[in-house]
């Protein structure tokens, strides 16, 4: 199902800009929104990976062989 929501969204996405691509005014929209699109993708992508994010303190348990006592 999720497949079908994107060739629908691809198909009028090219249907939209067969349509405005010979309109001056509507080039630089679509430009303009293209941009913005992608720039907004690519920060909220960066936001839920934690790009950037500081380490935490090191695992207690890392060099733990497993002995009980």
């Excluded at 198909?11 to 907004?40: E, N, R």
Aim: proline letters at 7%; charged letters at 20%; one cysteine or more.
């Amino acid at each position: 199902m999720r497949d079908l929501g994107f060739a629908g969204a691809g198909f009028v996405f090219g249907w939209l800009m067969s349509k405005t691509w010979s309109d001056p005014g509507c080039q630089v929209g679509l430009v303009i929104f293209l941009v913005a699109t992608a720039v907004m993708t690519l920060v909220f992508a960066l936001a839920v990976v934690g790009h950037g994010r500081h380490p935490g303190p090191e695992d207690p348990d890392k060099d733990d062989d497993g002995d009980p006592s």
